[in-house]
């Protein structure tokens, strides 16, 4: 298929919600979905980085995230859901009590780590490519790459989850797992 451009932060698209598939539209979408693929492996292939992507991030204003965990430090999956794939209308529930607190990325923002609290666990409902729904329950990374996930979806990005206002970094300037300086 193709690569397409992934929109940058700032782009108004990013902040907008994001329609719901319908089912007679899942034929149709099967090439972005096929270009979304695409354009998560490009991305990795440059950053080294990139589990997911939402499609808004492409512009696509449509609730489909497409999941493809292949790096070689993530568990085992144990959550259940094959890889890839695209999830359709993924919704979140059951979100846990108990908070992680991670610098997050995405590829918005390639440049830029974002220090924010997501749900250590909970549950995500989906629909697959032939309509049929899946529920399964998240941990750990995956709770967190789903979250920011559909976060997309909702036009929600990282930056608005920072902790505080010091929870930003470069790259360049990121240390791997340190939370960011506290305040004076």
Known sequence: MAVREILLLGNSALYEVCEP?????VESLRPAMDDMRD????????WGAGRAIA????GLMKRIVFLERVRNDDAPNTSGITTPTPL???????????MITLWDDCMSFPDLFVFVRRHRTCDITYRDLDWQSHTVRL??????LLQHECDHLDGVLAVARAVDGRAFAL?????AGR???ASP
């Open 39 to 46: 354009t998560l492996l490009a991305f990795r292939a440059r």
């Open 55 to 58: 499609a808004p991030q492409i």
């Open 139 to 144: 941990e750990g990374d995956l709770s967190e």
């Open 179 to 181: 939370p960011p300086a």
């Open 21 to 25: 598939v319908r089912p007679e539209e």
């Open 171 to 175: 790259r360049s300037e990121h240390r």
């Open 88 to 98: 359709i209308n993924p919704m979140l529930s059951n979100r846990s009590d108990e």
